[in-house]
């Protein structure tokens, strides 16, 4: 059975810190996905990440995937208040089962 | 329209009446996807359909719940029997390809069982 854990689940850090939020997952998946989740607001997609040695930005974050290790990251630099979000990160399983396993998020709440 | 619709956005409902949700996907989506979503929780995956075939329903948690999509484009999750558990917040999500490509969310359904 696959299982998706992050790390923190909750984290609270002062703005221009950098951070970095933990995926990690049990079974073999070469797709994860991270999405960002405002309070009483739909889930925003962040990033597709679908090989080993995957690597995108977008702002401030960064994710990457390392497979073989079966973990993701996803970097905040010098983070600003606006960042403050429950992030997502999502593994699906491979062959022939398309389930899609979501993390418990990572609430973070960057003080100004 | 621009993104994913859900409807109705609230509904409440007594135990043991039979619900039904509706999500439009973005036009020429072929794959749509429904979740559940508690309180303070991560969405969890119930079913996902590639057009009108429903690809993987290993999600859905017992047989009152079911999904279809008959024409590939608008999808009906239903809920017979409802019970209180069933109370979460329900979404739909599209994508353009399926596997590996950008999933877009709707706004979601509130469900309150009473």
């Known amino acids: 059975e696959l299982k998706v854990e992050q790390n923190p689940l909750f984290l609270s850090m002062q703005e221009g810190k950098n951070y970095t939020i933990y995926c990690n997952y049990s079974t073999t998946s070469d797709r994860l996905y991270w999405y960002r989740q405002d309070p009483g607001k739909s889930l925003e997609s962040l990033f597709v990440?679908?090989?080993?040695?995957a690597v995108k930005q977008e702002g401030r974050l960064m994710a990457s995937l390392d497979t073989k290790a079966r973990l993701s990251t996803l970097h905040i630099t010098a983070a600003v208040h606006d960042l403050s979000a429950t992030y997502y990160c999502a593994v699906e399983r491979g062959g022939r089962d398309d389930k899609i396993i979501f993390g418990k998020g990572t609430r973070l709440h960057i003080l100004p | 329209g621009a993104g994913v619709s859900q409807s109705p956005r609230y509904k409440v409902t007594k135990r043991g009446q039979d619900v039904a949700l509706r999500c439009d996907p973005i036009s020429g989506h072929v794959s749509l996807y429904w979740y559940r979503q508690a309180l303070g929780q991560g969405p969890e995956f119930l079913t996902y359909f590639n057009y009108e075939a429903q690809q993987d329903k290993s999600g859905l948690p017992n047989d009152r719940f079911s999904a279809e999509r008959p024409e590939g484009s608008i999808s009906t999750l239903t809920i017979q029997r409802t019970e209180q558990r069933d109370s979460a917040m329900y979404r739909c999500?599209?994508?353009?390809?399926?596997?590996?490509?950008?999933?877009?969310f709707g706004p979601g359904t509130r469900l309150t069982v009473l």
């Open positions: 990440l679908l090989s080993n040695g």
């Open positions: 999500a599209s994508s353009s390809s399926g596997r590996g490509d950008t999933q877009y």
